[in-house]
């Protein structure tokens, strides 16, 4: 199964009918446990299986009982803000003895915001409202956090600008569970502009010709993958040994991109198999180009054609 997704919204709705939480800046994430097993199996925004890589977050608070809930798994930066480039040190990890370590050195929340099935019922035709009520109860003082619902969506949206979050979500509390679909009763509300793209190639830090300090981005169309520019911001010695490590197989002779790079990013470029997608920040595209973009980490839970 995958989840349900929100629809970019032009306009924060208003209404009882509406209920707004924080858009975390984390990785989506389904917990299925089943009674037969009471083992919890934790899937990706495309259906992969990561359980390997957050045993915290799957020994769960309701080990034995039946149920799937849809969430989020988050880890703050040094700022306290949730930072889905700091997760980057969790997400590619499946060695059992790395995971453990990294347990410690990087804890993790799980915020769960819908609940699916419980006890063998399926709870996804119920409106959000009744989904949320019973998700409140069951997890209340456990592991797992049923992140807090507002009514005033205009005053959370300014709140989360001043504290520097992602944005908000709004959700049409009538609205029932729908599986892989985008709905227009979810909305989304980001304060950056924010976009995945796929990479075409890398740049290595000045000086070096190994140490990646930078990508070359393009954007799925019918045309090909056209080029939106290099984007070196954000990575950081970490990522880039994360994103170092997930081109060193990629390498290709030419140019994977359907338009003419210019000169000044294709010198010194390796060029790869456009394959990797990555989330970057930016303020918009000008004159083609993606302006100030800043990278915010690997989606290994989406793949191209997802774009």
Same mark, same amino acid.
């Given at each position: 199964?995958?989840?349900?997704?929100?629809?970019?919204?032009?306009?924060?709705?208003?209404?009882?009918?509406?209920?707004?939480?924080?858009k975390?800046?984390?990785?989506?994430?389904?917990?299925?446990?089943?009674?037969a097993?009471?083992?919890?199996?934790? /899937?990706?925004?495309?259906?992969?299986?990561?359980?390997?890589?957050?045993? !915290?977050?799957? %020994?769960? #608070? +309701? @080990?034995? $009982?039946?149920?799937?809930?849809?969430?989020?798994?988050?880890?703050?930066?040094?700022?306290?803000?949730?930072?889905?480039?700091?997760?980057?040190?969790?997400?590619?990890?499946?060695?059992?003895t790395?995971?453990?370590?990294?347990?410690?050195?990087?804890?993790? /929340?799980?915020?769960?915001?819908?609940?699916?099935?419980?006890?063998?019922? !399926?709870?996804t %035709?119920? #409106? +959000? @409202?009744? $989904?949320?009520?019973?998700l409140?109860?069951?997890?209340?003082?456990?592991?797992?956090?049923?992140?807090?619902?507002?009514?005033?969506?205009?005053?959370?949206?300014?709140?989360?600008?001043?504290?520097?979050?992602?944005?908000?979500?709004?959700?049409?509390?009538?609205?029932?569970?729908?599986?892989?679909?985008?709905?227009?009763?979810?909305?989304?509300?980001?304060?950056?502009?924010?976009?995945?793209?796929?990479?075409?190639?890398?740049?290595?830090?000045?000086?070096?010709?190994d140490?990646?300090?930078?990508?070359?981005?393009?954007?799925?169309?019918?045309?090909?993958?056209?080029?939106?520019?290099?984007?070196?911001?954000?990575?950081?010695?970490?990522?880039?040994?994360?994103?170092?490590?997930?081109?060193?197989?990629?390498?290709?002779?030419?140019?994977?991109?359907?338009?003419?790079?210019?000169?000044?990013?294709?010198l010194?470029?390796?060029?790869c198999?456009?394959?990797?997608?990555?989330?970057?920040?930016?303020?918009?595209?000008?004159?083609?180009?993606?302006?100030?973009?800043?990278?915010?980490?690997?989606?290994?839970?989406l793949r191209?054609?997802?774009?």
């Open positions: 199964m995958r989840p349900m997704l929100a629809t970019k919204g032009d306009h924060v709705p208003t209404g009882e009918e509406w209920a707004h939480e924080v975390w800046d984390g990785m989506r994430i389904l917990a299925d446990t089943r009674a097993t009471g083992r919890t199996r934790l /899937t990706s925004r495309n259906d992969n299986d990561v359980t390997a890589a957050w045993p !915290d977050v799957a %020994a769960g #608070p +309701l @080990a034995g $009982r039946d149920h799937l809930v849809d969430g989020e798994i988050i880890a703050l930066n040094e700022r306290g803000v949730p930072d889905f480039r700091v997760l980057q040190e969790r997400m590619h990890v499946r060695k059992a790395s995971v453990a370590r990294l347990v410690e050195q990087v804890p993790v /929340t799980f915020m769960v915001f819908d609940l699916l099935r419980l006890d063998g019922r !399926d709870l %035709a119920e #409106p +959000l @409202a009744t $989904r949320r009520s019973i409140t109860e069951l997890l209340a003082g456990t592991t797992w956090q049923v992140p807090v619902s507002y009514d005033d969506g205009p005053m959370l949206l300014e709140a989360t600008r001043e504290q520097g979050l992602e944005g908000i979500v709004s959700k049409r509390l009538r609205s029932p569970y729908r599986p892989g679909e985008r709905s227009p009763h979810w909305l989304k509300f980001a304060h950056r502009y924010r976009r995945s793209y796929v990479v075409g190639g890398w740049r290595p830090q000045e000086g070096t010709t140490r990646l300090a930078a990508l070359l981005v393009g954007e799925m169309t019918p045309g090909g993958l056209v080029y939106r520019g290099r984007v070196g911001s954000g990575i950081a010695a970490v990522q880039s040994r994360l994103l170092g490590a997930a081109v060193a197989d990629l390498t290709r002779a030419d140019s994977p991109f359907a338009d003419e790079v210019p000169r000044e990013d294709a010194g470029t390796t060029w198999e456009p394959v990797l997608v990555v989330d970057v920040d930016t303020h918009g595209v000008g004159y083609q180009r993606l302006r100030q973009p800043s990278y915010r980490g690997l989606r290994t839970d191209p054609e997802d774009l």
